[in-house]
């Protein structure tokens, strides 16, 4: 009985074998490593523009053949049991998968040429006809404010001031020259109070925002020059394409059912 036993597992092997050795590219301590993996890591290549020849080829599954025996070796001192390990690996595996189905909806839902003209003319409307030159000084109080434009008003220098006083540190060291822009890239009421100012003057009261008060300064203006479509096509580009996964999301969230557990008392 035992023998006949030992035959049928004898013919099952050979049976098995054949199939095995044809769905893999090597053994390391009989364990296969499957032709699937190489076959991806040259479509991988390929896609990035890579040429894999008979020599290359070779030198990844010796790759393979190494990282399979640090694997196995990994495995027998049970660092695949650790919890850390575990949570990474989790972890690691979600991303892949949420990256690949990110990756997957753009494909299904692309971004035309049609969209980034839009987006283009939308920008250029955004900018305005008009740029500004401009220094200013920002600091905490109305009062500090109102009295460096005492101060300006009695033949003050702005940019030594700002130097001195001025708690902008993208401006400070530039005696508050904040460059060539669109106000539209500032907030409302520093918009405002700049496109109203006669160019060469000062602003006669404070100017209140987020930041603190400010002290502004109208150098020069200019027609806006908006750079060519070429030349930003590709981060409107990817602005859409953010804006397309955000709703994507907010969408999946608005249809689903959240507990969070951490506030949960």
């Not at 991806?40 to 053949?65: E, F, S």
């Not at 905490?140 to 003050?156: C, F, M, R, S, Y």
């Amino acid at each position: 009985m035992k023998f006949k036993q030992t035959l049928v597992a004898i013919a099952l092997i050979s049976i098995s074998l054949p199939s095995m050795a044809a769905d893999s590219v090597a053994t390391v301590n009989g364990k296969p490593i499957k032709q699937s993996l190489l076959d991806y890591i040259i479509k991988d290549a390929g896609a990035h523009g890579q040429k894999i020849d008979d020599n290359t080829k070779q030198i990844i599954i010796n790759k393979l053949v190494g990282t399979e025996l640090v694997y196995q070796e990994a495995q027998r001192l049970g660092f695949d049991k650790q919890p850390d390990f575990i949570a990474r690996n989790e972890l690691a595996n979600r991303e892949m998968l949420v990256n690949t189905y990110l990756q997957d909806y753009l494909k299904k839902n692309p971004i035309t040429d049609a969209d980034t003209k839009a987006a283009y003319d939308q920008y250029k409307k955004e900018l305005g006809d008009k740029e500004y030159s401009a220094r200013h000084i920002l600091v905490k109080t109305e009062v500090e404010a109102k009295d460096i434009i005492a101060q300006l008003q009695k033949g003050g220098d702005f940019a030594k001031i700002a130097k001195e006083k001025s708690l902008d540190p993208g401006s400070k060291e530039k005696g508050g020259d904040l460059g060539w822009f669109s106000p539209a890239g500032m907030v409302k009421p520093f918009s405002d109070a700049l496109i109203a100012l006669p160019k060469g003057k000062t602003t006669a009261t404070p100017v209140q925002t987020q930041f603190g008060w400010h002290v502004i300064k109208l150098e020069d203006t200019r027609a806006t020059q908006a750079p060519a479509y070429d030349k930003v096509k590709e981060g409107l580009e990817k602005t859409l394409q953010q804006r397309k996964l955000e709703k994507m999301m907010t969408d999946l969230r608005a249809k689903a059912k959240i507990v969070d557990n951490s506030k949960v008392n």
